[in-house]
């Protein structure tokens, strides 16, 4: 008997929309162009902005600290497991984002998880933009909090929902720094203002934004100017950084709370020392190899400007992340699967990730792609737009 049969039902259902996707195996680097079953395709799916994954200086990071403190850590961070250099890199990154403290997590996934339910309880309200990453979701769904969702970066929706939050211990507001499938920044001063004006917290996950906006890549807070005024910021080690982990920079009362309350940070094991020596050299090459972010958003504008040329509905993205808009969901996997016939890695994303009838392919330039590269890009998307008349 299979036991399982009742999820071959649900599967076999994505399959019947066409939605079912097996993984894609890279043979390769994770560079600006990948090697997929022997052949090379120029990767426009990746979150290595920055072409950090294989940086000399982080490599080279990774394998002194392996070769000293070895391939793992044994322990979770307040039983053995905290490495003089987990503490360094604590340091590292509050003075990169300008905040008194801060405190590493597994991943950027974990942190959202552990900070929402650590520090939320039955007495408070958590308001959420109703695009806001699938880890914010989870977090505040392990807490007891009141929950409400705000409409898409709508601030009289986020208005009217504070003003039924006068009876709340804390009222904490959350959205993503830049919207992680829209390529959008959040209305941060309009945020902070009401935050001012409803005395609320403010907590903005900067996924997409650390290492892409602000100077140096300091994140979306600096890029507004608002450090101090955005209470929690939340960092991954895994996108533009080029490694793995996450982070909260914030005043050193949370950061320690955290490290009694932290459940992730509790109960899970510490960062490898080849993961965390190469966290901490990504910011030192952030802040001295300026050329990288440069590169980035010169190849966003030619990318975008390009798209929107030939046509494309490119929504109203403002970050590298360029989503091109097709609507339906079996369309979108069907003209991805044409542009990898043609050379480019540039994903189809759908329901649930997004909202039904919004489905797109989703697209990122990296620092790292070439003026050929992305030309080979746009010669397949327009004779692949052409060809499903979506332009
Ligand atoms: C990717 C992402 C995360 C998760 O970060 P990981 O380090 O990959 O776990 C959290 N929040 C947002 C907005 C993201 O885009």
Redesign the pocket.
Known sequence: MNVFSFLEDEMNLLKDLGTYRDLVPLESCQGPVVKINGKEYVQLSS?NYLGLTSHKRLINATIEATKIYGAGTGSVRTIAGTLEMHNDLEKQLAKFKKTEDALVFQ??????QGVLSAILTDKDVVISDEL?????IDGIRLTKATKKVYKHVDMKDLETQLKQCDNYRVRLIVT?????MDGNIAPLPEIVKLAEKYNSIVMV????ASGVLGDCGRGSVNHFKLEGKVHIQ?G????AIGV???YIASDSILINFLKHRGRPFLFSTSHPPGVTAACSEAINVLLEEPEHMERLWKNTYYFKNSLKQLGFNISNSKTPITPIMIGEDHLTHKISDELFSNGVFAQGITYPTVRKGTARIRTIVTAQHTKEHLEKALYAFEKVGLLFKII
């Open positions: 979150n991943s950027g996934f974990t942190t959202n806001n990453h699938a880890s914010i993503d720094g830049v919207f992680s996950d900067d996924a997409h939340v991954t080690l895994s996108k793995f982990g996450g």
